[in-house]
């Protein structure tokens, strides 16, 4: 669907995305992540057509974006940082404008604004000029905007920034719902929306993509191996010999507990297989019990920040 390849954009000496390559593959709701100045928007901006790219080539749906502009825009709906909203104009007014931007041709113009504003629950403010809107609502018009002509990528650029929670909420779950007709792209320095809503996330720093994988394989992957934290009452070479029959340990590694007549283990599982019940079982059995099991896979804010450390990260901490 999409193809960056090579991508880099340079600001006189500064390298603002640094060779980049990635697959978006159809029907699949994309997180690009990363810290405040990594790259999302000079990416987004190149694979929309806003601005050229130094090196490198984008092709969407098999059309060269600055080679074959007009059939590669087509095939994309794009809700910038900052959405072009005439503050004058009514919601109505507003996306009739964009659909003849748009080159809808005049016959759909009507079905397709009502349908947009149906997805996007606009149709209660459609008389509403748009500077009287909620900012929750003018972030619904920039969706809708982005949906008229119905291009198969939607691509959106933090789009619940300065939303307050509640109007978050509504954006994410209009996201997910678009998930189902659309390939999404989504750009978030927030760690908890994108993994609330992605299936897939590219982690960029400093313009480089530093992992692209699920959500969950990213935490996978950054622990090594699936492992848990396990303490148990009894002695160390009796609970070896009752996790004996449980399939799947790779490695029990034994540490000094602070619980009197405790071990701490740390037990390493082959692949992602899930053996908490059979632990479990197998120490009931032989009653050692279990005082602490507990599953260590880093959670994906953990994962960004290891990836992503440097100190202006740091600050973002805050923000995650
Ligand atoms: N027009 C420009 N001229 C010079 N430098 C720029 C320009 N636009 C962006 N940059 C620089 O390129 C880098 C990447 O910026 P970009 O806006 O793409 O980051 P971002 O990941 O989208 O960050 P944010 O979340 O803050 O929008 C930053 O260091 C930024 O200062």
Known sequence: MIEVRNLVKKYGNHVAVDHLDFTVEKGKIYGFLGPNGAGKSTTMNMITGYIASTEG???????????????AKKCIG??????????DMTVMEYLKFVAELKSIPKAEIEKNISEVMSTTKLDEMKNRLIKNLSKGYKQ????????????????LDEPTVGLDPKQIIEIRDLIKSLGEKHTVILSSHILSEVSAVCDYVLIIDHGRLVASDSPENLSKVMTGANSLELTVKGPEEEIRKALDVVENIEELIYHESMVENACDFTVKIAGDRD??????????????PILKMQSTNMTLEEVFLKLTDSGEEKEDAGNL
Do not use: C, M, S, T
């Not at 080539?57 to 059939?71: A, Q, R, T, V």
């Not at 619904?140 to 198969?152: D, H």
């Not at 053996?275 to 050692?288: D, G, P, Q, S, T």
């Open 57 to 71: 080539e984008i092709l969407i749906d098999g059309h060269n974006i600055l080679e074959e502009p007009e059939k």
């Open 78 to 87: 794009y809700l910038p940082e900052l959405p072009p909203l005439y503050q």
């Open 140 to 155: 619904r018009v920039g969706l809708a905007q982005a949906l008229l002509g119905y291009p198969e990528i939607i691509i």
């Open 275 to 288: 053996v908490r019940e059979n632990i479990f079982f197998a120490l009931a059995e032989a009653k050692y």
